[in-house]
């Protein structure tokens, strides 16, 4: 952590400061220029609030220096992380398309959606949001999205909402838990999901940054589950043309910075159907790991979003283009 | 419901949108101009779904035209709401300022805070959110703020963090439910504190648009809740200065759009004690009803958000600037 | 134009409303339903100013229906622009990369940055910007960019800083003149060079919308300069671990509302060199007709903006990973 | 300037590091944690560009630790600077209101306005913005509003569109200079007008951050001319019920980090008359200076921006609100 005084703080605000260092056990590193004194703390710095330091008088500002994430971090585990899911990698050379309907409308959808995601040679089959549903019905559309995707053997994606439903996801064995943007920072769901041995795409919130996602990441590490698969979705900007913005950027920092797999959601993203192949490529020249696609048998008559839904022809249409695109990055789809 | 179709659609395409218009039982309305047919739907457009006719062929944009909140609003309800706790108003011509620690730390931070909160002829005490503790200590913190503040007779805020917590906040009788920024958009939770008889607090997302948070008001009182007190308490930017900038602008907007009472968080907007009373100044002067304040016997001692908490002496300097100005707005504090 | 009433207004407020849509020579259209009256505007809004209507009592709010940008839209000149610069066609089939150092420092830096912009077999060399010159030194940089130019007969690309300098580009025959962003609306800049026969390569301002950028554009074509080209380089967002966020989204949205090409600058964007490639790929993934980059023969002791300049090695391996790229999108380097 | 190594970085890229410095004529202070090496650079960094470091490898990231403002600092000049302008001072206990119309539309309107503005009892006059007008016509409306404004002796305010134009200011002896939000970071212009004589309002560009906002002063006052104004009037955001977020929280840090005045615009803030009063409080409460407000004698005939224009009625009405609140902060109006 440093400490960084004001212009003209006084010898005994440095000295508080000094002493206040002391007294968590921890030591100081002054460095006095001509018009500033840094004061470095050093050692384990990971339980010092720094907003406790802030407040003194003379300090003009605080900033850690060591990042809050580890067990995510790339810096202690160089080599990237692959997932594994009823032989499916997430985060090998192979991009993963996990797609799905946004919404369990009836049993029918569910299965034509299915009969889609499978024609495609989709290896993942998602639902898009339970957020869709009251939560009374979650068990239903739960029970309608593994019914269809058996007939398929696709392992299922689904969004775990509410952390009272986690048993209910166990019981149906949900392949692949998803946090939803909203609950990204909902710590209660965070330690839940960490203490137990599935798979989980963390969805960014739409406002958060990347440090905070990757700090949301690691408080599910810290109980045990590392396997944590990010996805980005877009971030909410002045930009009223569509939904969010895709951060394409935020790959390639998550990609230096973490050994996870990333995955990203285009659909949600723009919001649009017409944007999702543009927007896929982007993801995946990126770097992405795999994409998560809205789905519908007929998206006119779509209950929920039916504007960023895919037809199923749209969707055999855009993996044909996305496949060349995967091999001349050396990766297969 | 306003359906721009694209330039040089067809005559079919237009067709097949009025088509689908019938099917949903309600009767279009044509505009040809020079160069541009608009469609528009009369009728109940309130269950109509936009996006079903945005991916029709040929259009290139719908708009709602009808506000989708109607109990919040002040069109049907010309005259401010005033909500009533314990003989305390909010939302009539006195401001109310509701003060507390962010954590529950010990009974003695709690009972020296409740005294600075009375001290300061404060009429609520709050806790400043449960998201500081873990699942299992907010039954805990909840009795150490209500043993506090019964020693004044002061009714109590809490952040409700979960729905699972809902009959312990019943149980402790808690005055005003406060749900948080992460909870603004948790459709159960808005659902479950609709049916019950308390005010809540309802605190803008840090990126949520003014329209989607009057939405999740308008979420909780088709219940049969009217109680709700908007909290703006910053949004997020590019501005790197403070947390997150307080939008005066929006407490603007909500008075002319809804008749329920407005209250501004600048502790939690700024992240900076120093600026809570030009915030708070701010706030009361752009027409808010009362704000919520971190305060802290000790605040260089705070277990967390040290920065933004005031001590009982600045809470006292600041309210006293605050009286005149107050009476010169024609309220009183 | 579509004008939608407040509920409750009174008859006599919507008849000031037709009265004045009636001295403005329009007609209006009227359409009243069972909660709301919406009037639209027929016959040629284009001068009707929708603030003089917004202002009026009983008006809840104006919105515009017509596009305001005409000449660059696709609605009306339905197939791609291709742009030609002496042989070298931007808009076509083939991806232009567009590459040079941020200042120009000296001739032999120049010339060092023209060699390799040559072997990697680019085909335009830029500036990056003269902001980093003074007024006074914008003269001498632009001699030390044409001559390192013409060794390798690579036609050039300079930002205009401002109108006065605009006889200095005409003299140096400047083969297309770029907008910087801050120009993005400085109309009389735009005026300009609306009015000369150069392709104009015109940055988004980082934080202007979609909208604002092609109203630009068409300023530009208004005076009958319709060589435009869009150059994506980043919006402001809240994130801040990187510069500006590159919006691919754009590029999807610049495709179907414009015929004319769409490049984008990841050096600038990102401002990081690292970030470079991924960025560049997800730029031509999601349809960019080429890329600007930042290069320099030492960038470690590049004057300014080092962090974002590629190594001459590291532009031929980025180029080296593009070009199976573009092959895979249908397209070539 | 304090540089941080990446976890694991080696001795010889350390030592790199301490070479670049030392190369600099500067001296290293190394700071060496269990998991992290911290190089801090003493002496003066004003001249070091810190990307030239960040793209060594080995280095996480580098952080300036000085400011790079220093005339315009509060720290260097505890005690704030009151400008005069014809015995109207900005930045002492009174507080300014400076009024006019957006643009020049004719001599009566001008005059109307001039009288509105004089009736208010407000000491000064702008006009809002030359944008409004084609740069052949500046200096027309310049006269219209040096003639309108003379009837009242009022000082008057206006726009520097381009720096073509400061003959003609200087010419017509324009009291105040206003900096449009375009040319924030025009540095060509702000230079120039650093070597005048007259004060500057500097209005902060819509998504300029503090820190660059203060840069900008400071290259100003470089020059040499130390009377400079700020001028906030909103930052964009994913906001859309209002034009711009009026940022009061800039207003309590710039009043921390600058001696010099600030001001508020309202009216092209919020982009709407009827939330100017509202906003014009909020500013004043959070400690401006003085507010720039649109007025025009008929708004609803306004030829641009009627929709933020306040009538002279509203106008008294609303400094008759100021007044007291003025007061009750210990000021005057």
Redesign the interface.
């Known amino acids: 952590m440093?400490i960084?005084m004001?212009?003209?703080a006084s010898e005994a605000q440095i000295q508080s400061v000094v002493n206040?260092i002391h007294q968590s056990g921890l030591k100081e590193?002054l460095?006095r220029?001509?018009?500033?004194t840094?004061i470095?703390v050093?050692?384990?710095e990971e339980h010092l609030?720094p907003?406790?330091f802030?407040?003194?008088p003379g300090v003009e500002r605080v900033?850690r220096?060591?990042k809050q994430y580890k067990i995510v971090?790339r810096?202690?585990h160089p080599s990237g992380t692959i997932i594994k899911v009823r032989g499916v990698e997430i985060g090998g050379p192979q991009i993963q398309v996990i797609a799905g309907s946004y919404a369990a409308e009836s049993a029918q959808q569910m299965d034509l959606t299915a009969d889609a995601v499978a024609a495609a040679s989709c290896r993942l089959m998602r639902s898009g949001s339970f957020?869709a549903h009251?939560?009374a019905q979650h068990r239903e559309a739960l029970g309608l999205l593994r019914n269809a995707a058996a007939r398929h053997q696709l392992p299922i994606v689904a969004e775990l909402?509410?952390?009272?439903m986690l048993d209910t996801f166990m019981e149906f064995d949900v392949e692949i838990i998803q946090i939803g943007e909203?609950n990204m920072?909902?710590?209660?769901l965070l330690?839940e999901v960490g203490r137990i041995n599935k798979p989980i795409i963390l969805k960014r919130g739409?406002?958060a940054?990347?440090?905070e996602w990757l700090m949301a990441a690691e408080s599910i590490a810290a109980g045990g589950n590392h396997n944590i698969i990010f996805c980005e979705h877009?971030?909410?900007?002045?930009?009223?043309?569509?939904r969010n913005?895709?951060?394409?950027?935020?790959?390639?920092?998550l990609?230096?910075e973490t050994h996870l797999p990333v995955v990203v959601d285009p659909s949600d993203?723009?919001g649009k159907?017409?944007?999702v192949p543009?927007?896929a490529?982007?993801?995946?020249?990126?770097?992405a790991d795999g994409v998560l696609l809205d789905v519908h048998p007929n998206?006119?008559?779509?209950?929920?979003?039916?504007?960023?839904?895919l037809s199923p022809q749209a969707l055999l249409d855009m993996l044909a283009a996305l496949k060349?695109?995967a091999?001349?990055?050396g990766r297969s789809l």
Do not use: C
């Open positions: 440093i960084v004001k212009y003209g206040k590193h460095s220029g001509a018009e500033l840094i470095g050093i050692g384990d609030e907003s406790r802030a407040i003194l900033n220096v060591a971090s810096s202690t957020g009251p939560a909402p509410d952390v009272r909203r920072q909902n710590m209660d330690r739409v406002s940054t990347i440090v877009g971030i909410r900007t002045f930009e009223t043309a569509y913005v895709l951060d394409v950027s935020a790959i390639a920092v990609k230096q993203a723009g159907s017409w944007m543009a927007l490529q982007a993801a995946i020249a990126a770097g998206p006119s008559e779509a209950r929920y979003a039916a504007d960023q839904a060349p695109l091999v001349a990055l």
